[in-house]
């Protein structure tokens, strides 16, 4: 029977540098891995690029996380993103900051950032055992026994590092939270964000693969608010930015960032996302242009949007395209500018935790130590990364939360 001080289980981001700083301080660690090669969702992430964080300072982050985002202060103040920049730079990773303010690795390729924390774990010391699901979790006195496929492993403290649901094809499949509640742990009912959306629209499926790369998206109930004939009540969620149209729905950025208002609440049965397809004109100066405009309606809405987009919403609306914009009566004017500014497109629901880049939920952060990642419940035990209540919009602020609450909990065993 093995005996390690750290036992840390999932190698992903906030894994890696769990083990590794723990490591580095003498303690004898085991970093568990149930996959057969560690960081399999750092691999997927960001198209196989891996957005490493936002290019932002602390307090950017924690205001990105809203609520949850003071839970992060002791965490971000150990490895900020302007650190974690210069540690994988350190260790042969050069980085990049795209106009989104999303920082790569310059070679766009994520196998080089978990080769990175490869060798990082390596010179630290630590035992990366591949392969290796952990079965259970008892506990064994003031320490833990865990048990695996290939036997049984005692160790005085554990960090759970285990990620949340999202991506389950990544082995993220959730045992982390059956664990915690077993060690007396209260779990935030999971659920998908940063999810693609589902809409039964046809004129929306048939604009699949179209890209707008600027639109403001508003979450809404339409039981509260008819989202078309005035303007909504206030919205669930709203965001701006790239936005895509698909076979089954709608995703891009700004979609994924606004979806954990619809998982929130999936029996709604009445979401809509209310578009503003031109979030840079007033809609007294949409107004001014259309009125003063003399090509044709589809003319002028071609110059701000994409020709197939022009004519779904000018179908949509039951506008005829080959008028010209000064005939348009007042009522047809006012109809084209809640086409353009207010187009409300229904929500089913979202894709779940297969497509979800991050799991809402998981570990109640009112039961954490957030100056060391302890559990107040259960002594010696930690949590990192995923497998805590913690989710920020797309952009590198998941993974700067992992890396982050990782070193964090390493420092601290």
Request: aromatic letters at 6%.
């Given at each position: 029977?093995?005996?390690?001080?750290?036992?840390?289980?999932?190698?992903?981001?906030?894994?890696?540098?769990?083990?590794?700083?723990?490591?580095?301080?003498?303690?004898?660690?085991?970093?568990?891995?149930?996959?057969?090669?560690?960081?399999?969702?750092?691999?997927?992430?960001?198209?196989?690029?891996?957005?490493?964080?936002?290019?932002?300072?602390?307090?950017?982050?924690?205001?990105?996380?809203?609520?949850?985002?003071?839970?992060?202060?002791?965490?971000?103040?150990?490895?900020?993103?302007?650190?974690?920049?210069?540690?994988?730079?350190?260790?042969?990773?050069?980085?990049?900051?795209?106009?989104?303010?999303?920082?790569?690795?310059?070679?766009?390729?994520?196998?080089?950032?978990?080769?990175?924390?490869?060798?990082?774990?390596?010179?630290?010391?630590?035992?990366?055992?591949?392969?290796?699901?952990?079965?259970?979790?008892?506990?064994?006195?003031?320490?833990?026994?865990?048990?695996?496929?290939?036997?049984?492993?005692?160790?005085?403290?554990?960090?759970?590092?285990?990620?949340?649901?999202?991506?389950?094809?990544?082995?993220?499949?959730?045992?982390?939270?059956?664990?915690?509640?077993?060690?007396?742990?209260?779990?935030?009912?999971?659920?998908p964000?940063?999810?693609?959306?589902?809409?039964?629209?046809?004129?929306?499926?048939?604009?699949?693969?179209?890209?707008?790369?600027?639109?403001?998206?508003?979450?809404?109930?339409?039981?509260?608010?008819?989202?078309?004939?005035?303007?909504?009540?206030?919205?669930?969620?709203?965001?701006?930015?790239?936005?895509?149209?698909?076979?089954?729905?709608?995703?891009?950025?700004?979609?994924?960032?606004?979806?954990?208002?619809?998982?929130?609440?999936p029996?709604?049965?009445?979401?809509?996302?209310?578009?503003?397809?031109?979030?840079?004109?007033?809609?007294?100066?949409?107004?001014?242009?259309?009125?003063?405009?003399?090509?044709?309606?589809?003319?002028?809405?071609a110059?701000?949007?994409?020709?197939?987009?022009a004519?779904?919403?000018?179908?949509?609306?039951?506008?005829?395209?080959?008028?010209?914009?000064?005939?348009?009566?007042?009522?047809?004017?006012?109809?084209?500018?809640?086409?353009?500014?207010?187009?409300?497109?229904?929500?089913?629901?979202?894709q779940?935790?297969?497509?979800?880049?991050?799991?809402?939920?998981?570990?109640?952060?009112r039961?954490?130590?957030s100056?060391?990642?302890?559990?107040?419940?259960?002594?010696?035990l930690?949590?990192?990364?995923?497998?805590?209540?913690?989710?920020?919009?797309?952009?590198?602020?998941?993974?700067?939360?992992?890396?982050?609450?990782?070193?964090l909990?390493?420092?601290?065993?």
């Amino acid at each position: 029977m093995a005996n390690y001080e750290v036992a840390i289980i999932g190698a992903g981001a906030a894994g890696f540098l769990a083990a590794t700083q723990a490591a580095r301080r003498g303690l004898r660690v085991v970093l568990l891995e149930k996959n057969r090669k560690p960081g399999v969702k750092i691999l997927m992430s960001g198209g196989t690029r891996c957005n490493l964080t936002q290019a932002t300072d602390r307090r950017g982050i924690v205001e990105a996380f809203g609520p949850q985002g003071s839970f992060l202060h002791s965490a971000l103040s150990v490895l900020g993103p302007d650190e974690l920049v210069v540690l994988f730079e350190a260790e042969g990773v050069p980085t990049k900051v795209e106009p989104t303010g999303k920082i790569f690795p310059v070679s766009n390729r994520a196998v080089d950032v978990v080769e990175a924390l490869r060798r990082m774990l390596e010179r630290s010391g630590a035992e990366l055992r591949l392969d290796e699901p952990v079965v259970s979790i008892e506990r064994a006195g003031d320490g833990f026994s865990i048990s695996t496929p290939r036997g049984e492993l005692q160790t005085e403290k554990i960090v759970l590092t285990s990620g949340g649901q999202s991506y389950p094809g990544c082995g993220t499949t959730g045992e982390g939270y059956a664990w915690a509640k077993q060690l007396g742990h209260k779990i935030v009912p999971p659920r998908p964000a940063l999810v693609p959306l589902l809409s039964d629209a046809p004129w929306v499926h048939e604009l699949s693969g179209v890209t707008v790369p600027d639109v403001l998206v508003r979450i809404v109930d339409a039981n509260v608010s008819e989202a078309k004939q005035q303007p909504a009540a206030k919205p669930l969620a709203e965001r701006r930015g790239s936005f895509l149209f698909t076979h089954f729905g709608l995703s891009g950025p700004v979609v994924m960032d606004v979806s954990r208002a619809v998982t929130a609440r999936p029996d709604a049965g009445a979401w809509q996302a209310v578009c503003d397809f031109v979030p840079a004109l007033h809609e007294q100066q949409v107004s001014e242009q259309i009125a003063a405009g003399k090509q044709t309606v589809l003319a002028a809405i071609a110059e701000w949007l994409p020709k197939r987009l022009a004519e779904a919403l000018l179908a949509e609306s039951g506008l005829p395209g080959n008028r010209r914009v000064a005939e348009l009566s007042k009522k047809h004017r006012n109809q084209l500018l809640l086409a353009l500014k207010r187009m409300p497109i229904p929500i089913r629901g979202s894709q779940g935790f297969k497509k979800a880049e991050v799991t809402a939920g998981g570990i109640d952060l009112r039961e954490v130590d957030s100056k060391t990642m302890q559990s107040k419940l259960c002594p010696n035990l930690y949590f990192a990364g995923e497998v805590l209540d913690l989710d920020g919009p797309i952009g590198g602020y998941n993974f700067q939360a992992a890396f982050s609450t990782g070193w964090l909990a390493g420092q601290s065993v």
